[in-house]
């Protein structure tokens, strides 16, 4: 296991798996997930000469868990970021690293504060430059006006997902895990039901996941959502407009650091939720220095943990190639 710190980043505590010695590389993770969802990369990371660092983000573990949404907008979450880069790379830029939620995080961290950030990987979620209108209106138009159930407006009123996952934490996260997985098949994942569908109704957990997430693994993930409870990582989902006005500020700017990209071809993130073709063609235009693109057949939305050999043969060659030039 690697070593635990708790960091003062300001505005919040975060709790920080650190592994390793040299450049910093600070992974970020997603819904519903913790810094665990690294836990096939941070050996390596440190391996290849780097101290790999995988946070919980605010809301999860052992991090702070504040208690109103506007507390979990992209704005403190990147202040979160830079204050465990600043503590753990106080004097040189730093590489981030994010899946899922993590993806927007550390894109957005990257875009504006390209002094801080020396390189960037993402994995599931593409980054197509500041949006021009608010995810919220897109849900509205595509899920909402056409009573169509969607996730996101699930989650949207606060309370009402916390009481249902909070009464079977463990059902609710293997029922996810299993239902965006490279192993899942329709109907695992309600989409073609009205818009006040409750989401655990249409969950259907295998008596196993798959090798990619065992038993003890996912005993781990419930302790941990026990602990921290669901506020925190569901009012993300909230935050869609305080997030698109706060990134008008920067919506001229491209992502100019040397940068990695890894999905899954059955990732429902990785195309927009079936909306946008050739994800990586698009992003190169915000992306113009990206420099390793890779689509892993068969591979769903959990990326690094489903295929972490593969994530691995990609991610840490492109960080040894970084050294001597970035960091």
Known sequence: MPEFRMIDAGEAQIRVA?????PLALLV????????????Q???????GFTAAAMDVRGYGGSSKPGTVPDYRMEALIGDILGVGKALSPDAPF???????????VWNTSLIHPDRIAAV???SVPYFGVPQVSFDLVIKQVWDDRNKFFYQSYFREPGRAEAAFEAEPRRFLKGFYHAISGQAKRGDFPVDQPSDFPLMDGLHPPETIGAWMSEADLDYYTREFEGSGFFGPLSRYRNHTRDWEFLQAYKDRKIGQPALFIAGDKDP???????IEDPIGRMRSFVPHLEVAEVLPGCGHWTQQERPAEVNAALVPWLKSLKGRVV
């Open 18 to 22: 650190v592994e390793g010695a040299g």
């Open 29 to 40: 993770h997603g819904f519903p997930e913790s810094w665990y969802s690294w836990r096939h």
């Open 42 to 48: 941070i050996g390596p990371v440190a391996e290849a």
């Open 95 to 105: 590489i981030l690293i994010g899946h899922d939620w993590g993806a927007p995080q």
């Open 121 to 123: 990987a993402a994995m």
């Open 269 to 275: 993130a990785y195309s927009g939720f079936g909306m």
